[in-house]
């Protein structure tokens, strides 16, 4: 079974950093994708992590450890245009085509 | 550049009707899927595809059909739409299945 967790809200003042969580049950695990979704719009595609460590993109770092089935996803120096829909997805291709998402954690960035 | 384009963006259905959803990818990939998002729900997939001819269900293929009879198209049918239909439909399109998706920009649709 697939099963993804990750906080409905979260709020950060610009300039500053936040983390966003991200736990997940996913039988036949191969990698973890994180996805920005803007109000009204399409999700995009920010991260990708099949192993352990993190993973840097400039403002954004996406952590992943295969052992404790736990993510997260860092955006750092804060900019209004980073309010948005985080999008954590599991990934397994075990048998089928399985990409679990989460409800999504929707970040407001306040001045 | 188009990416992935859907058509319609915006439709009302009465219950009972049918309609299909076009969605159309220029980047040669062969992973088409069909997502739905549901406030509270997030996305989740109806139907997807491997390749040209090749279709299969994901977690909620239900009162759905889909067609894949050229490479670059994906048709999503609701052959008699209910009210539980009212959604925004994603489709998406990536070169492997673990490839970064790329969404086209979401349909609207309501079933009165």
């Known amino acids: 079974g697939q099963n993804i967790d990750q906080p409905t809200e979260m709020t950060a003042t610009e300039g500053a950093i936040v983390q966003i969580n991200c736990t997940y049950q996913?039988?036949?695990?191969?990698?973890l994708f994180w996805y920005q979704q803007h109000a009204g719009e399409a999700p995009t595609f920010l991260s990708y992590?099949?192993?352990?460590g993190l993973e840097e993109k400039g403002r954004f770092s996406s952590f992943l450890s295969r052992s404790k089935g736990y993510s997260y996803l860092l955006l750092k120096e804060l900019q209004m245009k980073d309010s948005a829909s985080y999008l954590c997805?599991?990934?397994?291709?075990?048998?089928?085509?399985?990409?679990?998402f989460g409800k999504g954690t929707k970040l407001s960035v306040i001045p | 550049n188009a990416g992935v384009t859907q058509t319609p963006k915006f439709r009302v259905l009465k219950t009972g009707q049918s309609m299909t959803l076009l969605c159309a990818q220029d980047?040669?990939?062969?992973?088409m899927y069909w997502y739905r998002q549901d406030p509270g729900m997030g996305l989740r997939l109806i139907h997807y595809?491997?390749?040209?001819?090749?279709?299969a269900k994901g977690e909620v293929p239900d009162g759905y059909n889909v067609s894949r009879l050229k490479k670059q198209n994906f048709l999503l049918g609701l052959e008699s739409a209910a009210p539980s239909q009212t959604s925004v439909y994603f489709c998406?399109?990536?070169?492997?299945?673990?490839?970064?998706?790329?969404f086209g920009q979401g349909t609207r649709l309501t079933v009165v």
């Open positions: 997805a599991s990934y397994s291709g075990a048998g089928s085509y399985q990409l679990t």
């Open positions: 595809s491997v390749g040209e001819g090749t279709t």
């Open positions: 980047m040669n990939h062969e992973y």
């Open positions: 992590n099949v192993l352990d």
């Open positions: 996913t039988s036949g695990f191969n990698g």
């Open positions: 998406a399109s990536s070169y492997a299945a673990e490839g970064e998706a790329f």
